[in-house]
């Protein structure tokens, strides 16, 4: 047994650090890491290591756990700000053109490859929704405008919580009736009040706990996501909404060690990203793809050409979104882990009379080359289009640790390229009564500020406030920072 545990460690270590180098090498050739992931777990599968894995139930609950994983890195690392502009049309884009994508893609595969109406519109749903983490890892490495990244960051937060339950109710052999949509809505709005309550609820206890350790607080906080999963899960709701919500919430108030926080949450997503696909192309079977592949280039063409195109034009409609920003929206509709573990899915509920195990492998092959197609040119198309910005300024960063012995917070501030609290004077800041900047850092070297002191872009900021402060504080370092210094009197409150 020891040596056994040793063994998988030593396997399971060599996979994670294969899977971070390949992480450089796919930004340096421009190709999507979750392939090389995928790749990884196929070299060590049966057909070329021979490591025999072929549990779909065990694979199916591990890919659930990693989903809930990258939703909750998704929302905690996700700006409010940055995505509020978009709320609409990726809600839309979550909803209306999920049922959309399933509708279309059900509707042309059945006259397409002959299958049975309920089993066309099965494969339309878990074709239907776009992959958090494909997009969480490819967009943001992209450029584009605020509002098109924020969209599609919500889409692929928000639009596998109406997916899986469509799977669910797609695979199972009990009818659907006249309450089924009302089920679907249930099921959303309840699951997106329990993550807003686990969201707002573990804020205040975070910031009352004092906890006695800086890791505690990132683990704590990715805790209250996972918890909001299992709340919504055993009341039957949408677990993963609630997962996502929570974590959005606690991503975007006040935390203590908001920074480590962040940084935690994506050092997890990237674990359970890398774990994902290489499970995932462990359990797959090459040999068995063969079949497959006129059935996935099938699939992929009507998910390419007609339904996504249709379903962001249904979405878009209302917001007037131009043409070029649509055309970008219907090629950024990345596939990745999501749908193979709804496939996983039909393939453990659905009846015998169902060849899931055919959709399985269809899933597989059109996620490598959708991938391949999509995530490669995606820069490309950007910058055909006009869609690309090539820099814009990110938000001011600040990061607080308590001193709670002194009731007061020490905030750590970092100037970004681009931001208006570049050439501001520090007797322009007015931080609020309670509230100073006692050390500015730039270019490795530490100083003491006086009020003629003047702040620029990379500068880093030690500012200490008072507890009761420290919110008014790190609301006008924002509001400064987007407005710059008359950001009083053009309204700019710095509230996310």
């Known amino acids: ?280 192309g462990l359990y797959a079977s090459p040999a068995a793809l063969g079949r497959a592949l006129l059935p996935a280039l099938i699939a992929a063409a009507v998910l390419l050409l007609l339904a996504r195109p249709l379903s962001v034009l249904a979405s878009a409609l209302p917001f007037r979104v131009p043409w070029r920003e649509q055309a970008f929206l219907s090629w950024s509709g990345l596939r990745g882990a999501v749908p193979i573990v709804l496939a996983l899915i039909a393939f453990t509920h659905a009846p015998a009379s169902v060849d899931a195990g055919l959709l399985v492998d269809v899933v597989f092959v059109l996620v490598v080359l959708l991938t391949l197609l999509q995530g490669t040119t995606l820069p490309w198309v950007a910058r055909l289009l006009g869609v690309a910005r090539s820099t814009e300024p990110t938000e001011v960063e600040v990061d607080a640790a308590p001193l709670d012995e002194l009731s007061a917070d020490l905030l750590q501030v970092r100037i970004p390229l681009g931001s208006k609290l570049h050439g501001v004077y520090l007797r322009e800041l007015r931080l609020p009564t309670g509230a100073s900047v006692s050390l500015v850092v730039r270019d490795g070297q530490g100083f003491t500020p006086v009020p003629d002191t003047r702040l620029k872009e990379r500068d880093q900021l030690l500012v200490v406030s008072t507890t009761s402060a420290r919110e008014r504080t790190e609301q006008r370092i924002r509001a400064v920072d987007r407005a710059g210094r008359l950001a009083r009197w053009r309204g700019e409150s710095g509230r996310s």
């Open 1 to 280: 047994m020891s040596n056994s545990l040793e063994l998988m460690l030593g396997i399971g270590a060599a996979v994670v650090l294969l899977g971070v180098v390949a992480v450089r090498a796919s930004v340096r050739v421009g190709l999507p890491s979750l392939l090389l992931y995928l790749g990884i777990g196929v070299l060590l599968g049966e057909s070329v290591l021979g490591v025999q894995f072929e549990n779909a139930a065990l694979t199916e609950s591990l890919g659930l756990a990693a989903l809930v994983l990258i939703l909750a890195e998704g929302g905690l690392t996700t700006r409010w700000a940055q995505v509020r502009p978009a709320l609409g049309i990726g809600v839309a884009l979550s909803t209306v053109a999920v049922a959309v994508s399933i509708g279309v893609t059900g509707f042309a595969l059945h006259l397409l490859l002959g299958l049975e109406w309920r089993t066309a519109f099965l494969w339309g749903a878990v074709l239907s929704s776009t992959d958090a983490a494909a997009v969480f890892s490819v967009l943001r490495g992209v450029g584009v405008r605020r509002r098109l990244s924020g969209a599609l960051e919500l889409e692929s937060g928000l639009n596998d919580a109406p997916v899986v339950i469509a799977v669910l109710m797609l695979a199972s052999p009990d009818p659907l009736t006249w309450w089924s949509p009302a089920l679907v809505v249930y099921e959303l709005a309840a699951g997106g009040l329990i993550g807003l309550a686990f969201g707002f609820g573990g804020a205040w206890a975070l910031r009352r706990a004092a906890l006695p350790a800086t890791g505690l607080y990132p683990l704590a906080t990715l805790a209250v996501c996972v918890l909001g999963y299992a709340a919504g899960q055993s009341v039957h709701a949408s677990g993963l909404l609630a997962t996502y919500a929570a974590a959005l919430v606690l991503g975007n108030v006040n935390l203590p060690h908001r920074a480590a926080v962040r940084s935690f949450a994506e050092g997890t997503g990237w674990l359970a990203q890398i774990g994902l696909f290489v499970l995932l």
